[in-house]
């Protein structure tokens, strides 16, 4: 997955083919980092609760 061939796709607009990358991408790092994500939406859920309760 070198940048070049990234700028090359790009250059052609084969927007599909990037779509798809962007796409498998974001599933791979959601995927690696599930964790991450649950522990993100947990804490910003914890402060919107205080802010509801408390403002």
Request: net charge positive; hydrophobic share 60%.
């Amino acid at each position: 997955m070198g940048s070049g061939q990234f700028g090359a796709r790009f250059l052609y607009g084969e927007s599909w083919g990037i779509m798809r990358r962007i796409v498998s991408f974001l599933v791979n790092n959601i995927r690696e980092h599930f964790m991450l994500y649950i522990l993100l939406w947990a804490l910003l859920a914890i402060v919107d609760f205080i802010y509801i309760v408390f403002y």
